[in-house]
């Protein structure tokens, strides 16, 4: 398995460093970003497995960007980094759907531990949401809305590995490699016949298309956002 990637967002630099060396040292893969906006533009590049947010943060706080999270994705944890005493700030943290929150200065100790439970709560789950798609990576169900959408399981894998790296451009030779694996020693037309077939499933007949051709390039998987 992967390690689990972490997004954090605290403009302390200091306090960003210890965090990702700790992080890091723990088996995460961690990126940072030092301001809201910055943070609100790596969020939306692909799927992350945690989001670590600090409140007062310039540009964007982390509570509004909290709200631009919510407003499309429920399931990637959301672990906020308050001020000690800022009662007020978990509270909002909390209604606008955060799982969990860490007062400054914090335990790394705790921390850790809080990390961990929000990852372990969102394994649980496995069901990823882009639009009105959903999958659900424990049953393999697929909807589209109220729809259900049977997919083989070769097929499963390619929506699957295009959701993992939703809003990124793949080309054939990725999507390959991260479908059929290395030792796929065949046509790499198989992968365009596959997003053939997935279109068919999931996009014909929908106004929202999510699989987007780029030409000369390869596929990508996105909402309108
Ligand atoms: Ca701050």
Redesign the pocket.
Known sequence: MSKPNILVV???TKIARVLELELEFEGYQVTKAHDGMEGLRLYREKEWDLLLL????PGLSGTDLLKRIRSGDEETPVIMLTAKDAVRDKVTGLDLGANDYVTKPFEIEELLARIRAALRTKSEQQVMRMEDLTVNVNTHEVHRGEKSIELTAKEFSLLVYLMKNKRQVLNREQLLEGVWGFDYYGDTNIVDVYIRYLRNKMDKGYETKLIHTVRGVGYVLKDAR
């Open positions: 605290e403009d302390e600090d409140i007062m943060l």
